[in-house]
């Protein structure tokens, strides 16, 4: 069964310090990825996708995120984040037309000033 | 342009009552989704619509819920004998063609059950 895990809960990072948030997903053949954001009261936002291809997808808003079969990891990167980048983050993974798509737990970033 | 809407934007209902939220999808986008978030929790698939049919609705949990969309846009979710575990926020979301277009998000409508 098709499953992903956000390992942090919780991120606390430094405004102008770069970010990684982890993604590990679970599926049976080649997965479509995603990272979406939620600010309070906001709805979700897509961020990236990764069908096929260049494994290292840039996205909206500075970020970037990097397939790795191998690994079965998708995590999400930003060089330096600004205090607007404080929300919550989350991974997902779909795949055939049949598939659902899956979402992880979520990860909130804190930024501090 | 506009973008996915959902009404009404928070429910409060009683343990037994029955429930309609509805979502507007964008002009034009033929498949739409339901997802429930609970609190902590990332959003939780409930049915896929292709047009008017429902494509996948393996993610309903019982046979309470309930999904309409008569016309391939609008379309309404049903709760019948609301339970205080139904308590959550009900997403929607549209996209022009599953899997590989950007799916948008409405708002949510945040149900409550006493």
């Known amino acids: 069964a098709q499953s992903v895990t956000q390992p942090d809960i919780h991120i606390t990072v430094s405004e102008g310090a770069s970010l990684e948030l982890r993604c590990n997903y679970s599926?049976?053949?080649?997965?479509?990825l995603f990272w979406y954001v939620q600010s309070p009261g906001q709805g979700l936002q897509l961020l990236l996708k990764?069908?096929?291809?260049?494994?290292l997808v840039q996205g909206i808003k500075g970020f970037e995120a990097e397939f790795k079969r191998s690994q079965s990891s998708f995590n999400l990167r930003k060089p330096s984040v600004h205090w607007s980048d404080a929300a919550e983050y989350f991974c997902a993974v779909g795949g055939s037309r049949d598939d659902k798509i899956i979402f992880g737990k979520g990860t909130r970033l804190h930024i501090l000033p | 342009g506009a973008g996915v809407s959902q009404t009404p934007s928070n429910k409060v209902t009683e343990k037994g009552k029955y429930v309609e939220l509805r979502c507007d999808p964008i002009?034009?986008?033929?498949?739409l989704y339901w997802y429930r978030q609970s609190l902590g929790q990332g959003p939780e698939f409930l049915i896929y619509?292709?047009?008017?049919?429902?494509?996948?609705d393996s993610g309903l949990p019982n046979d309470r819920f309930f999904a309409v969309r008569p016309e391939g846009s609008v379309s309404t979710l049903k709760i019948q004998r609301t339970e205080r575990g139904d308590s959550a926020v009900y997403l929607c979301a549209s996209s022009s063609d599953y899997p590989t277009d950007t799916q948008y998000f409405g708002p949510g409508t945040r149900l409550t059950v006493l």
């Open positions: 619509f292709q047009g008017t049919g429902a494509a996948d």
């Open positions: 990764y069908f096929s291809g260049d494994t």
């Open positions: 599926y049976g053949a080649t997965p479509y």
């Open positions: 002009s034009g986008h033929t498949a």
